[in-house]
């Protein structure tokens, strides 16, 4: 029998890739529990959270800018604060709402329980000593007829514990923290790019890194397995870049999205933790199909002529021999390429070295 493939090279990187996916979600995959309709979660919404300074209250509260999930022309969910005493709670409502959240201009921290203020100052000393926290606030699933669904956190979503500090000190690699215009995070004392990840985070992250095979590790260089093991590392990379605790939901689009909005990693306290097995958003499977797009689309190779020399010797080209000159303005230090690729290049040295 014979089978015919369109693309040898995007049909055995979508097998590799599903076929690493599979063993990764064999090892965590409890991590990321189903509903009690199976649905599986594509993502859970955190909330860093930081102490009332007023010394009589001390509430923890949620640094929330607002408090929607979605907010479309078509569809409009939202957490709706309950405050109790010192207690701040929600529940999932649909609907508008026009209460403002609880982080004013500026990042200081208005108290839902007694109305102090806790100016920024004091919000990044709480964080640099270590006294912050992360709260989860939501759970994310998809439902065939319905769209994405949002509902309370359960016993479920918390009933498991995650120790990676055995692997977490192997993988820090400092920020370039001077670099007050590109790095915002360092003011608030993360200023390292493993600490853009939960424990969570880390852990499948470490887990996709070691389902890739052994055969495509060893791979010789110039090979055809090391082709494909170039796009799983990319596929990696690709994941990592919604997989982290420095992303954001859209909620306009119901989309999660990466930090690098621009050319800046920024200070961000409410973020979406991306599930790698889920079957929408920017799950494993959403970023392969990004992939297989561009191998299928650009599988058609031609021959072209490089020389490598200065843009402005004109003595390299033949009178009239030129239909148009492209050229791309200089940047000079405008965007920090080298620094905000350390981010990829914390898991591009463990897939691909």
Known sequence: ?????????????????LALLSRAE???????????EGNKPIAYYWARTATCSNPSCGAEVPLLKQFYLANTSKRKVHLKPIITGRNVDFEVVEGEINQEGFLKRGANLECPCCGSMTPVKQLKKQFKSGKSSERLLAVITERASSGKHYRLPIERDFSFGIDVDFFRGELMSPMQVGNNRNFNSPGWGIDDYAEMFTDRQLLAMQTLVESIPEEYKIASQGSYEQAIR??????????????????????KRETFETPFARQAVPMIFDFPEVSPFADAGGAVKNQLNWILRYLNREDQFFPCSVHNSASGNKQQFQLKSLDAVVTD?????AIAYADLSDFFYLWMKRSLS
């Open 1 to 17: 029998r014979i089978v015919r493939i369109p693309n040898r090279l995007s049909h055995d990187v979508e097998h590799e890739a």
């Open 26 to 36: 064999q090892k965590i995959g409890h991590l990321y529990p189903k509903d009690d």
């Open 230 to 251: 170039a796009y799983l590392g990319i596929l990696v990379d690709r994941f990592a870049a919604v997989g982290n605790c420095f992303g954001r939901i859209n909620n």
């Open 329 to 333: 303005p200089p940047y000079y230090d």
